[in-house]
């Protein structure tokens, strides 16, 4: 029996929605404990009425898309997670404007824009997750990140509030954005991501999907792809790199339980297999306290702590 009032969410979606659901099956760590409620939505409506729904009966919703940026806790996260899916993929008109669905996958997006002859994306060829996360982040590298070439967001609200956002409006920093709050904040805007736009540049076909095949192969030589993670887990420190601070502090290798800082890629946290989302939050707060009796550094998390962490020091 739910804590939360469910019903309407049942009669909209039926068996689809799920009790107590690991988290480990959708975070890219393979770690995190139940969500209460789970539903996977297929497309832009079904994510704007589950959250309209859940809005209503006052269940609070955490969207993710590919968990390739989180650390759920073992307790596990209160109320309703969504693992959006919503694929749709629409090139206008004009030729240069791509609109997507936000369950849209980055590196599926590079290349069927490298392949439509439309340059700007491509960077997202190595990149493990979706359109609504990448914005949420500000995701990139190489010195390009998602809003360099977005031109509007539609989003939706607890209160089924649809609305249509210039980029411009819309604060973007370094890995963040108002739809991500920093560590232990509400973001500046609650609402869900349905669907981006974004305006490229014509560039040549080849030419892009030869630089993806290579951007490819430099992620293949120098991260840890065979093994579970979140990418970085740190935010790069201006005018330095979280993996170099982590790697000079002789860090490299370093275990708590099966959680490891990478031998491959220092800022890489990695589990080795049966870790928990405990082990890796100690791990990561092991390798803080040491940079910073180094350098001086705090370094900030670039992965989000999502969920009951109601022990953790700095949420
Ligand atoms: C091997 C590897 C390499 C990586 N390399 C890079 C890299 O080069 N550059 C980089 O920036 N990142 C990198 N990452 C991290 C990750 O891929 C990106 O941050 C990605 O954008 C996360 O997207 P996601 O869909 O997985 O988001 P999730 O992890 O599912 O969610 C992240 C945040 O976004 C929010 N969110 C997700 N979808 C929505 C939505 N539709 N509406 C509102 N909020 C939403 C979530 O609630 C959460 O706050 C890497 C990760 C891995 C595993």
């Known amino acids: 029996m739910s804590r939360w009032d469910d019903a309407a969410l049942t009669a909209a979606f039926a068996h689809r929605l799920r009790h107590q659901e690991p988290l480990s099956r959708h975070s890219t760590f393979h770690v995190g404990g139940p ?8 497309t832009a409506a079904e994510l704007e009425t589950a959250v309209c729904l859940a809005g209503a009966a006052g269940i609070p919703v955490r969207v993710l ?4 940026n989180i650390l759920p806790a073992d307790a596990g996260v209160r109320g309703l997670v969504i693992r959006n899916v919503s694929r749709r993929f629409l090139l206008e008109a004009d030729g240069n404007r791509v609109t997507v669905e936000s369950g849209m996958v980055l590196p599926v997006l590079a290349r069927r824009t490298a392949r439509a002859g439309l340059a700007g994306l491509t960077w997202g060829c190595g990149v493990p997750g979706t359109v609504g ?3 949420a982040n500000n995701a990139g590298c190489y010195g390009a990140a ?3 070439h977005l031109l509007s967001v539609r989003t939706v609200n607890a209160a089924g509030e649809v609305r249509e956002w210039t980029a411009d409006a819309l604060r973007f920093r370094y890995r963040g954005s108002p739809f991500k709050g920093k560590a232990g904040e509400e973001p500046a805007i609650k609402a869900a991501i349905l669907a981006a736009t974004f305006t490229l540049q014509p560039g040549d076909a080849q030419t892009l999907l030869a630089q993806v095949a290579r951007w490819l192969e430099q992620r293949a030589a120098t991260q840890p792809l065979d093994h579970p993670s979140a990418g970085s887990f740190f935010k790069n420190p201006d005018g330095d790199f979280a993996g170099r601070l982590i790697e000079t502090a002789g860090l490299k290798g370093l275990t708590h339980g099966e959680a ?6 220092a800022n890489f946290f990695i ?3 049966h870790a928990s989302a405990t082990d890796l939050y100690l791990l990561a707060r092991e390798v803080r306290q040491a940079v910073e009796q180094r350098t001086g550094i705090r370094l900030e998390r670039e992965v989000e702590l999502i969920g009951a962490w109601d022990d953790a020091e700095d949420r």
């Open 133 to 135: 996360g990448a914005v």
């Open 271 to 273: 589990n080795q297999g």
């Open 260 to 265: 490891q800082v990478s031998t491959k890629h």
């Open 146 to 148: 998602v809003s360099d």
């Open 35 to 42: 969500a209460d409620l789970f539903l996977t939505t297929h």
């Open 65 to 68: 898309g590919s968990g390739a």
